[in-house]
């Protein structure tokens, strides 16, 4: 929580502070705002009531050295809950934030406060603890908070933070998770910010499960070319089960508009074209001048452009070839050769065909098929099919097919 929000808090406590009854022949006093009456006694209100009054007169200074008094006088809980109130006042009106951090506890500590109070309470508390490093008091402030409002997501929001504070990574990250769900749950948005803390705690506390739950979330709602790549980069790090699937998770930078300047370009037509799918590294590249982020006069990129591009000439040209052997074939592995070809040179179409034949000959990885399959129909815009053929594939490929649903999902 930041400063400004923790003294909005405060200001709101303090303005539901009690005043003591002025008939003198009473011993109580009354907190008219909250309904409800405090009992003190009569050399209370006597140690209290100059505290009382310059306080409601505003003179700051004569509050100040009223107080200790006042502090001495206030023997019951009431009345130190009653003293704690003007003290956190006194706080307010010198902006002396220590004063008012040491109010606030003072007033949990009496235990008189109304319940309906502990919430700001202890959200100020650990604010307050949080920001002087005081990571310990913080933790105990947010953990009775989240007790108390165990179905607020910003209460557990703040908790989070100070658990990734003190190192407590997989408790920050499920912590998280709860808070999240909890505004789903309520058909509230999610901050981006949310998401972002999350991702990044769960991604470097390598808590795989979570980062990618995190990761696939924010792109969900928040899709754009820099959250796509860093969830992307995020998946590849945390692990994926083969070259097959980084040449997936590159297709899936291209169709997210994720890749950002010429080594991403470099490295995409790279990995293609030694993976003999020359067509795509072609197309890849071609993209990339269009987009001004390859120079192709560069030594580097000349080379790779003329390799990809004679490449890619020939394999277009047996592509017919190809495609009448991979149907004549007993086994789905040609398919699935050809599936890759089509959808490197362009025709995702054609490709989902291959792909839905290898499926039907066997003698392939049903799971890198599916997965294929389900990013054809993606491309070419056939989003039921393509989520049908995705939510097919299980195994260590669920996760980057997972992905692929998300992209489908913040395209609607």
Known sequence: MNSGSRIALIAALALSGAVLAAAPSSAQAQAAAQGREF??????????????SAILASNFGAAAAALPAAQSAARSADA????????????????????????????????????????????????????????????????????????????????????????????AATLFDRAITLRQAAGQPVPQSWYKRAF??????????????????????????????DVILAHRDLGVPDAEAKLDLYRLMRSSNALHGE??????????????????????????VSRKMVDPAKSVFKELIASTSKRATTAKAGLGSLQTKAMASATGTLALGAGDALLGQGDPSKAAELYAAALQKGSVDANLANNRLGIALAVAGRRAEAEAALRAVTGPRANLAALWLAWLASRA
């Open 39 to 52: 009992t003190l006694s009569k050399e209370e209100r006597a140690g209290i009531l100059p505290l009382q």
């Open 80 to 171: 130190r809950y009653f003293v704690a109130q003007y003290q956190l006042r006194l706080g307010i009106g010198t902006n002396n934030d220590a004063m008012q951090a040491q109010a606030i506890d003072q007033i949990i500590a009496s235990g008189a406060a109304p319940a309906a109070d502990l919430p700001q309470l202890y959200a100020n508390q650990g604010a307050h603890a949080a920001g002087t490093g005081n990571l310990k008091k913080a933790e105990a402030a947010y953990a009775r908070l989240a007790d108390i409002t165990p179905n607020d997501p910003e209460a557990l929001a703040m908790y989070a933070e100070v658990k990734n504070d003190l190192g407590k990574i997989p408790e």
């Open 200 to 229: 990044k705690i769960a991604y470097d506390g390598r808590i795989a499960p979570l980062g990618l739950k995190f990761g696939r979330q924010m792109v969900t709602a928040y899709s754009n070319s820099e959250n796509w790549r």
């Open 263 to 288: 080594r991403d370009y470099q490295e995409f037509a790279t990995t293609f074209n030694n993976a003999g799918l020359s067509g795509e590294a072609k197309a890849v590249l071609d993209e990339g």
